[in-house]
């Protein structure tokens, strides 16, 4: 994606701009202190950048910037609230996240100003430049896929070994507590029957006379319940033939089978009454075991079974368990041989793209007048991780004799600018960021490094789309789409320059506030040249 528009409201000094940059080549100009880079700060604020309030003021702004690609527009807005400190942020519309925003935009532009905002200086940053550099992104996923493999084959391993410990040192216990629930020999419904069973001998002696009674009452005996009945349906049976009488008989009926069905039952259980003292004793002793494992393992019976079968599936664990962790070893293996495959592949075409790296920024920073200058990117061994078993930094050393040191450590702000505008030209075809933006590229050059590094951002403009603030005409004259910053009073402007309002302009980058018409004829040469 590239940027069609960015669109400025009360930023700071700016009170209203709107750019329509060009797809390859972009400048802002002006004269020191107009504002320059207000602009580039309007644009780092609506990708999520962190707002410094205290300059910002207590004003109310919003900026919005549209990126396009072929059909695909994505419309990006923020809007800030300097009395209440806050900021809303939208996509296409769509309120999002600070963070949302910010990993939304990440990768379509890469800003190039102040160090702590420059990606290169970050070492965690250069193997992944190096790799694209050398075409390995493919072959880098694919060992990522492997690492993470051997990670999660190692993790299993590890589980599976604490596993087979822990029920090792439990065997005995396993064990015990088996055969102490086997030898039970525990029944599932065992304990209701028992304390029926114990409550039926208890009555014994009592519950038979009880029941001797009854059948007296009911049946046995002369004046018994069913003796009554019987002879009341005799007595009623000559009036059959009367409904309502009829209607009585049947209810008597009903009544003496109930008492016959009653002294069935009765007879039954007569014949049953018995108390056996051993019985009794061994019912006891069985209630008192079962509730003595009932406590023990802090359940029921149905507990108790299921606690004896998982201590069977625990116990054929061991065997089964044994296995596993071979299986899994042999997984392990397979996966740590695919990962150091591909490892020293990627390992080795690293070394190679690293030297290549070097020579090509090395050759770049002879063209930037800093012939002395040496480059490395260097590479050592490391613990294995996600991205390798490489680590990478760059090293840089400005002048013949002095040692190589980290990028971060390089003193000259000119000196940097000119580092990161190499590399980004030797990174221009694996770059995937499609918006770059240099603040500060052509800080402390000038003359025929100036035109180097003019011809080299338009050569990176064939890749990517490029918007940089320059004071320098060699380097304004080559953009396609040029924009002039000005300051009048307390508000700056910024519109987009007609093609003789770039001659003056660039005249005037060559020779101050007197535009001679020397000055105006090497515009023309300039603009014609590029």
């Not at 033939?241 to 039954?268: G, N």
Request: hydrophobic share 40%; charged share 30%.
């Amino acid at each position: 994606m590239r940027i069609v528009s960015l669109k400025v409201e009360n930023f700071i000094l700016v009170k209203e701009a709107l750019l329509e940059l060009a797809g390859g080549f972009n400048v802002l100009t002006g004269e020191t202190g107009a504002g320059k880079t207000m602009l580039l700060s309007a644009l780092g604020a609506v990708l999520g950048a962190r707002i410094d309030w205290d300059v910002f003021g207590d004003r109310n702004s919003a900026v919005e910037v549209v990126f396009s690609s072929g059909a695909e527009t994505m419309r990006v807005r923020r809007e800030l609230f300097g009395r209440s400190r806050r900021a809303k942020s939208f996509i296409n519309g769509k309120p999002v996240s600070a963070a949302e925003l910010s990993e939304r935009t990440a990768a379509l532009v890469a800003i190039h100003g102040q160090r702590e905002n420059q990606r290169l200086l970050n070492p965690d940053n250069h193997l992944f430049f190096l790799d694209a550099v050398a075409g390995l992104g493919r072959l880098r996923q694919d060992f990522a896929s492997a690492w993470a493999k051997r990670e999660s084959c190692r993790a299993l391993l590890e589980r599976k070994k604490r596993e087979l410990e822990a029920l090792r040192e439990a065997e005995e216990l396993y064990r015990f507590q088996l055969r102490e629930l086997e030898e039970a020999d525990l029944k599932e419904g065992e304990e209701e029957t028992l304390v029926e069973r114990r409550r039926f001998l208890t009555a014994g002696v009592h519950l038979a006379e009880a029941i001797s009674h009854a059948l007296e009452a009911l049946y046995e005996g002369e004046s018994s319940a069913h003796s009554a009945v019987s002879a009341a349906l005799a007595g009623l049976s000559e009036f059959s033939d009367m409904p309502r009488i009829k209607e009585a008989i049947d209810v008597i009926a009903s009544s003496k089978e109930s008492l016959a069905e009653a002294a069935r039952l009765l007879f039954s259980l007569r014949d049953q009454v018995e108390f056996d003292p051993d019985e009794l004793e061994w019912i006891n002793q069985r209630l008192y075991q079962i509730s003595r494992l009932k406590e023990k393992y802090r359940t029921d019976l149905p507990g108790l079974l299921r606690v004896a079968e998982e201590l069977r599936a625990k116990l054929e664990r061991l065997g089964t368990s044994e296995a596993e962790i071979s299986s899994a070893e042999r997984e392990l293996a397979e996966a740590e041989r695919e990962m150091n495959r591909l490892g020293e592949e990627l390992s080795e075409k690293r070394r190679r793209a690293a030297l290549t790296l070097s020579e090509r920024v090395e050759e770049e920073l002879s063209e930037l007048a800093m012939g002395g200058a040496r480059f490395k990117a260097e590479l050592w061994r490391d613990e294995p991780n996600e991205t390798g078993f490489d680590r990478c930094e760059f090293l840089l050393s400005t002048n013949p004799g002095q040692p190589l040191l980290p990028l971060v450590r390089v003193a000259s702000g000119g000196e940097l600018s000119r580092v990161m505008l190499a590399l980004e030209t030797a990174l221009a075809e694996a770059e995937d960021t499609p918006v770059l933006v240099f603040d500060e590229v052509d800080q402390g050059i000038g003359g025929r490094v100036a035109e180097v590094v003019g011809r080299k951002l338009a050569l990176l403009s064939s890749h990517h789309q490029i918007l940089t603030v320059t004071h320098l005409p060699q380097i304004a004259a080559r953009a396609e789409r040029h924009f002039l910053v000005e300051k009048e009073a307390s508000r700056v402007s910024i519109r987009q320059l007609s093609h003789p309002e770039r001659v003056r302009e660039i005249a005037r980058m060559s020779a101050g506030e007197e535009i001679t018409d020397e000055a105006l004829a090497l515009a023309r040469r300039l603009l014609e040249g590029r």
